[in-house]
């Protein structure tokens, strides 16, 4: 889908589709691909006795770029995609060949050479010659006398090998299908991408320096061929990720003049091309074509010769691929919004290609996807996002190479293969590696040096990612620890809002005493073992602290709750500290309660020894709150009993005043003369309340009337309960009792925004507007001081 017109034209604008461009891009891109193929299966096959089957691998990387630059071609929402094969599947390849040709040499009875890992290595020991200097043409293995030797087992070695890679490159290109069409149908690339960016980045490096490691073998590690190669690939690779100049010029002078240069230089000295292939060794040795239908008759037709032991040994790479392979891919089609004018459908792309995959599969080839860097040249000399036509000559052109001949390899010089190579090479250094170190920080740039350094010490990659895994482990270790585990500050008892309403002294006791007997702590997340320590120490530090400072046991911590309202879990570890906790508290008389915990939590809380019965858990935090003003009431009942018992005259002015309050409600309202002055209960009328059965008002009623509630209590809902199932009730907003007004909102003429329903028998005084006005016109101050008090409750309501 075009998004745009000048994203990445440049500035230039779009251009028309025409025949002419899309040939251009096609015969460009497929310069490109026949080289890249041609190298490919150079890699595939990279030791010279095993050179027979280097034309099979070229057939097998073309067939991909036939088969699945059709499909992206015909297919994709992107319409000026390039599907073919790519680099990071072949190497992967690459070093599977290697682990077969070993397995197999060893069930005929040969002995293969040492260090089957060349470029995994350095300085290793092959048939008494180091290498890393020259060529491996020096090594007897199957060739010259030592095919004449072992006639019968070299055959048979190369007959097995053949037909086990094709089964393992088949058994590759079908999983990794399959898994891309899964993910694509069910909507699955979002969890990709969820393997951190350092240790994607770090994986392709790894890729970046194998592919340059190639390059300087395909070179013979020689300067004069290596350094020529790298000044063309390297450049070149710059000049298509900057836009330096028209693609449909850049790109052919920049593959073809120095091609050019390099015979006129070899025929100016008087040599040919089997001179400098077999006296200078500037080229590969003379590959043979073979035809298409190879691939089938080899294995399927020798299905005897696939030694699936020597497959099997494969298999834990293969994991290794399987992620990787798919990691790029999801880059791949990701970037293309980045480098083009397109917006991308990741889920569609992915199961196209995982479908076109199917007959790649089916022919034997290495796995095949979009390929970034030919979409950016195709779009760029083709100038619009629309034409399809150049993908599809540009497959027809490597179908001609598949179903034909590749023997116009023999005219490519060792340079020109490295050329490619660092070309290729080259993007996993500027992007992957050093390209990365703007995005990451520090430490995940370092991570990414680590694992590529592990990579090229143990030459192998499985090493490498078993480092990555566990740099991403403890990276997130460290990094979530610091997360804390509780949501804001640690709350006192008297931080803590409660939907109970009482009258200020009473409150002011209960904050008094809940400022240093509760601590509730919000945990958030999950805590594990990395971040619940930062919790536990905190609780047990303060009760420790205490002790050191011999706190009188009234002022002492009595009770943590700790809310569970945002945990998502915890891990073993986390469950074993909090019940370490729990019982050094039990040994320090402090109670811990877990709130916001339901029966499947707390099941579970059980079965791990953190709580021990029910009382150490509740659904809701109002409820462990209100549990704990309970016992900080009886404690200060119990203190004012005690100093009732000092004198008769305490005892006589506590019984009065309760008789007051029994009486009417007015005792902390009408506290002036003035405001006593005449009889309240002229102006005012009673209600009876039942429990949970009288309903006041409703949401967004504008109630007339006015409550003072003189006995009882009155809870405030969001929604009216259900009457008919009191255990599904919401917890309340408020509940008001003695001496607490309701429904304020009439004094302003609002309507209220929740339910009042009546939680225990009791009355109610209550007020009409009428009443209302005829008090504020004849008892003024009564008035006055009754407004007061509700615009204190009011305001102390907002604070709760």
């Given at each position: 889908?075009?998004v745009?017109?000048?994203?990445?034209?440049?500035?230039?604008?779009?251009?028309?589709?025409s025949?002419?461009?899309?040939?251009?891009?096609?015969?460009?891109n497929?310069?490109?691909m026949?080289?890249?193929?041609c190298?490919?299966?150079?890699?595939?096959?990279?030791d010279?006795?095993?050179?027979a089957?280097?034309?099979?691998?070229?057939k097998m990387?073309?067939?991909?770029?036939?088969?699945?630059?059709l499909i992206?071609?015909c297919?994709?929402?992107?319409?000026?995609?390039?599907?073919g094969?790519?680099?990071?599947?072949?190497?992967?390849?690459?070093?599977?060949?290697?682990?077969?040709?070993?397995?197999?040499?060893?069930s005929?009875?040969?002995?293969?050479?040492?260090?089957?890992?060349?470029?995994?290595?350095h300085g290793?020991?092959?048939?008494?010659?180091l290498?890393?200097?020259a060529?491996?043409s020096?090594?007897?293995?199957?060739t010259?006398?030592?095919?004449v030797?072992?006639?019968?087992?070299c055959?048979?070695?190369?007959?097995?090998?053949?037909?086990?890679?094709?089964?393992?490159?088949?058994?590759?290109?079908?999983?990794?299908?399959?898994?891309?069409f899964?993910?694509?149908?069910?909507?699955?690339?979002?969890?990709?991408?969820?393997?951190?960016?350092?240790i994607?980045?770090?994986?392709l490096?790894?890729?970046?320096?194998?592919?340059?490691?190639?390059?300087?073998?395909?070179?013979?590690?020689?300067?004069?061929?290596?350094?020529?190669?790298a000044?063309?690939?390297?450049?070149?690779?710059?000049?298509?990720?900057?836009?330096?100049?028209n693609?449909?010029?850049?790109?052919?002078l920049?593959?073809?003049?120095p091609?050019?240069?390099?015979?006129?230089?070899?025929y100016?000295?008087g040599?040919?091309?089997?001179?400098?292939?077999?006296?200078?060794?500037?080229?590969?040795?003379?590959?043979?074509?073979?035809?298409?239908?190879?691939?089938?008759?080899?294995?399927?037709?020798k299905f005897?010769k696939?030694?699936?032991?020597?497959?099997?040994?494969?298999?834990?790479?293969q994991?290794?691929?399987?992620?990787v392979?798919?990691?790029?891919?999801?880059?791949?089609?990701?970037?293309?919004?980045?480098?083009?004018?397109?917006?991308?459908?990741?889920?569609?792309?992915?199961?196209?290609?995982?479908?076109?995959?199917?007959?790649?599969?089916?022919?034997?080839?290495?796995?095949?996807?979009?390929q970034l860097?030919?979409?950016?040249?195709?779009?760029?000399?083709?100038?619009?996002?629309?034409?399809?036509?150049?993908g599809?000559?540009?497959?027809?052109?490597?179908?001609?190479?598949?179903?034909?001949?590749?023997?116009?390899?023999?005219?490519?010089?060792r340079?020109?293969?490295?050329?490619?190579l660092?070309?290729?090479?080259?993007?996993?250094?500027?992007?992957?590696?050093?390209?990365?170190?703007?995005?990451?920080s520090?430490?995940?740039?370092?991570?990414?040096?680590?694992?590529?350094?592990v990579?090229?010490?143990?030459?192998?990659?499985?090493?490498?990612?078993?480092?990555g895994?566990?740099?991403?482990?403890?990276?997130f270790?460290?990094?979530?620890?610091?997360?804390p585990?509780?949501?804001?500050?640690?709350?006192?008892?008297?931080?803590?809002?409660?939907p109970?309403?009482?009258?200020?002294?009473?409150?002011?006791?209960?904050?008094h005493?809940l400022?240093?007997?509760?601590?509730?702590?919000?945990?958030?997340g999950?805590v594990?073992?990395?971040?619940?320590k930062?919790?536990?120490?905190?609780v047990?530090?303060?009760?420790?602290?205490?002790?050191?400072?011999?706190?009188?046991?009234?002022?002492?911590?009595?009770?943590v709750?700790f809310?569970?309202?945002q945990l998502d879990?915890m891990?073993?570890s986390?469950?074993?500290?909090?019940k370490?906790?729990?019982?050094?508290a039990?040994?320090?008389?402090?109670?811990?309660?877990?709130?916001?915990v339901d029966a499947?939590?707390?099941?579970?809380?059980?079965?791990?020894?953190?709580?021990?019965?029910d009382?150490?858990?509740?659904?809701?935090?109002?409820?462990?709150?209100?549990?704990?003003?309970?016992?900080?009431?009886?404690?200060i009942?119990?203190?004012?009993?005690?100093?009732?018992?000092?004198?008769?005259?305490?005892?006589?002015h506590d019984?009065?005043?309760?008789?007051?309050?029994?009486?009417?409600?007015?005792a902390?309202?009408?506290?002036?003369?003035?405001?006593?002055?005449?009889?309240?209960?002229?102006?005012?009328?009673?209600?009876?309340?039942?429990?949970?059965?009288?309903?006041?008002?409703e949401?967004?009623?504008?109630?007339?009337?006015?409550?003072?509630?003189?006995?009882?209590?009155?809870?405030?809902?969001?929604?009216?309960?259900?009457?008919?199932?009191?255990?599904?009730w919401?917890?309340?907003l408020?509940?008001?009792?003695?001496g607490s007004?309701?429904?304020?909102?009439m004094l302003?003429?609002?309507?209220?925004?929740?339910?009042?329903?009546?939680?225990?028998?009791?009355?109610?005084?209550?007020?009409?507007?009428?009443?209302w006005?005829r008090?504020?016109?004849?008892?003024p101050?009564?008035a006055?001081a009754?407004?007061?008090?509700?615009?204190?409750?009011?305001?102390?309501?907002g604070e709760?």
């Open positions: 889908e075009a745009g017109h000048d994203h990445g034209a440049h500035g230039h604008g779009e251009k028309a589709p025949i002419l461009t899309a040939a251009a891009a096609a015969v460009i497929y310069l490109l026949f080289g890249l193929c190298a490919y299966g150079m890699i595939m096959f990279e010279d006795w095993n050179g089957h280097r034309a099979l691998g070229v990387n073309l067939g991909t770029a036939l088969a699945m630059g992206v071609a297919g994709s929402k992107i319409a000026v995609g390039i599907g094969p790519d680099l990071n599947p072949v190497v992967f390849i690459g070093g599977f060949v290697q682990t077969i040709a070993l397995k197999i040499a060893t005929v009875d040969l002995t293969y050479p040492e260090s089957t890992r060349r470029l995994e290595g290793e020991l092959v048939q008494g010659r290498l890393g200097s060529s491996t020096n090594v007897v293995f199957c010259d006398d030592h095919l030797q072992y006639q019968d087992e055959e048979e070695y190369q007959a097995q090998l053949r037909a086990t890679v094709i089964f393992t490159t088949f058994f590759s290109s079908a999983v990794l299908g399959l898994l891309f899964l993910i694509g149908k069910f909507r699955l690339t979002k969890y990709v991408s969820y393997v951190p960016t350092s994607q980045e770090a994986f490096s790894c890729i970046g320096y194998k592919v340059f490691k190639y390059a300087l073998k395909f070179s013979n590690y020689e300067p004069s061929q290596f350094v020529p190669a000044c063309v690939g390297v450049p070149l690779y710059f000049m298509k990720a900057y836009h330096v100049g693609p449909a010029l850049i790109m052919p920049g593959l073809l003049v091609l050019g240069l390099f015979y006129v230089y070899i100016a000295q040599v040919d091309v089997d001179t400098a292939r077999y006296t200078y060794d500037l080229f590969f040795p003379k590959m043979d074509d073979v035809d298409f239908w190879t691939i089938w008759a080899d294995s399927l037709g005897d696939i030694n699936f032991s020597a497959w099997s040994a494969t298999l834990a790479d994991a290794i691929m399987v992620i392979i798919l990691l790029d891919c999801m880059l791949k089609i990701s970037s293309t919004e980045n480098k083009l004018p397109v917006k991308t459908d990741k889920d569609y792309e992915i199961s196209l290609y995982g479908a076109g995959n199917a007959l790649v599969a089916a022919s034997g080839s290495t796995v095949g996807y979009m860097k030919f979409n950016v040249i195709n779009y760029g000399v083709m100038g619009n996002v629309h034409d399809r036509r150049g599809v000559i540009y497959a027809i052109l490597c179908g001609v190479g598949f179903f034909w001949t590749i023997q116009h390899f023999n005219y490519l010089p340079f020109f293969l490295s050329a490619l660092f070309f290729a090479g080259a993007g996993f250094v500027a992007e992957n590696l050093w390209g990365s170190r703007k995005y990451l520090g430490m995940e740039w370092l991570e990414i040096l680590i694992i590529l350094a990579f090229i010490i143990s030459g192998e990659l499985l090493p490498a990612v078993v480092v895994m566990l740099l991403t482990a403890l990276s270790v460290v990094k979530y620890a610091k997360v585990a509780i949501a804001g500050k640690p709350l006192r008892g008297s931080e803590v809002a409660t109970l309403r009482k009258s200020d002294l009473v409150m002011q006791r209960l904050q005493a400022g240093t007997w509760l601590l509730v702590i919000k945990l958030k999950f594990f073992f990395g971040s619940v930062g919790v536990t120490k905190m047990a530090g303060r009760m420790e602290q205490e002790e050191a400072d011999c706190v009188p046991l009234y002022r002492r911590l009595k009770f709750i809310d569970c309202a879990g891990d073993v986390a469950a074993k500290a909090f370490k906790l729990v019982s050094e039990k040994a320090m008389h402090v109670q811990i309660i877990f709130t916001s499947a939590r707390a099941d579970e809380m059980k079965r791990r020894e953190i709580i021990t019965n009382k150490e858990w509740s659904t809701e935090l109002s409820f462990a709150v209100h549990h704990v003003q309970k016992q900080a009431r009886n404690y009942e119990a203190v004012v009993a005690r100093w009732l018992t000092l004198s008769p005259a305490f005892q006589l019984d009065l005043v309760r008789t007051q309050m029994t009486f009417e409600p007015f902390s309202i009408l506290t002036s003369d003035a405001s006593r002055f005449g009889c309240p209960w002229r102006y005012c009328g009673r209600m009876n309340i039942k429990k949970h059965q009288t309903l006041l008002w949401p967004f009623d504008r109630h007339p009337k006015l409550y003072l509630v003189h006995s009882g209590t009155v809870g405030i809902y969001a929604k009216v309960p259900a009457v008919d199932n009191e255990e599904a919401d917890s309340p408020a509940v008001y009792q003695q007004f309701l429904n304020l909102e302003a003429h609002r309507r209220n925004r929740a339910a009042a329903v009546a939680l225990s028998d009791g009355e109610l005084v209550c007020w009409s507007m009428d009443q006005y008090m504020s016109r004849e008892r101050m009564m006055k009754i407004l007061q008090s509700g615009m204190r409750q009011s305001m102390q309501d709760a």
